[in-house]
């Protein structure tokens, strides 16, 4: 069943202003796009594609110049004040830098319960931190209550960014290039946490990268963007195995083989 589509979606941005006009660059030219419930679906594409304009605009930190954001059957597009709040409570997202993402002043509980008193909640708000923390691996909670963004490695930052996302219980997940700044055995335990979390919460998550290795791992089905346009989608491992678009083919091309041995003379 659909839970989000993108219909003919276009972002336009004025890149240089002067006394009469400016300068028009089309990030996204009418992309369209479907997202369905509990799927894990993945937007592929080389920098400057249009995939990070794509997710902040599915997140509304941007404005369509044209085009609709169906949410549960609602255009959402041009949602304001409390229909905004509500809508961003189904909607959260990971950014790729999880040092920036966080603030350097605040340790982990204070990250973690802002959201919740913000929306609310209305249970016992320490037991929720704890439990979220142990939802994203963070095991024991206590360890990491106290601790400050420069206090833990990359990837516990991100694991603490994605239990901030998920303490408004979110029905979409946008996780943008979550992995690109990890080392290796840190992006296998991200991409595995992802997939838990689609598995035990039931969210649906949307994967962006200019990884096709990583995709073809753990997405059910891919769009790829090229200079703003959906080039191709279906089937992650069909249009992985076997690509139409030309632009697909050269992205699976460049993609280095994580098994091939590195030779050294």
Do not use: C
């Not at 369905?36 to 990070?52: F, N, P, T």
């Not at 902040?56 to 709040?85: A, W």
């Not at 605040?106 to 929306?119: A, F």
Request: proline share 5%; aromatic share 6%; hydrophobic share 40%.
């Amino acid at each position: 069943m659909s839970l989000m589509e993108i219909q003919n979606l276009t972002k336009e941005f004025t890149v240089r202003k002067s006394l009469t006009k400016g300068d028009i660059v089309k990030a996204l030219d009418e992309v369209s796009l479907e997202l369905r419930e509990k799927e894990l679906l993945g937007i592929v594409g080389a920098s400057g594609s249009g995939k990070s304009t794509l997710a902040r605009l599915m997140v509304l930190l941007y404005r369509p110049t044209s085009g609709k954001i169906i949410f549960n059957n609602e255009d959402v597009s041009h949602h304001k004040g409390q229909k905004l709040k509500m809508y961003r409570k189904n909607i959260q997202m990971v950014f790729q830098d999880p040092y920036a993402s966080l603030d350097p002043f605040h340790n982990v509980e204070w990250h973690i319960k802002r959201p919740l008193l913000i929306n609310h909640y209305k249970g016992n708000v320490s037991d929720r931190v704890q439990e979220l923390l142990t939802q994203v691996k963070l095991d024991p909670p206590s360890q990491f209550l106290d601790k400050y963004p420069h206090q833990m490695s990359g990837g516990q930052r991100q694991r603490v960014y994605m239990a901030r996302a998920l303490a408004t219980e979110p029905k979409v997940l946008i996780a943008d290039e979550p992995v690109s700044m990890l080392d290796v055995s840190l992006r296998i335990e991200i991409l595995e946490l992802l997939l838990s979390l689609r598995e035990n919460l039931g969210i649906s998550i949307i994967y962006i990268t200019h990884d096709l290795n990583t995709v073809s791992m753990i997405t059910d089905r891919i769009y790829v963007l090229n200079k703003g346009k959906v080039v191709e989608s279906g089937n992650t491992k069909q249009v992985i195995e076997n690509p139409v678009d030309e632009y697909t083919r050269r992205l699976i091309k460049a993609a280095p083989d994580p098994y091939k041995k590195i030779e050294v003379d």
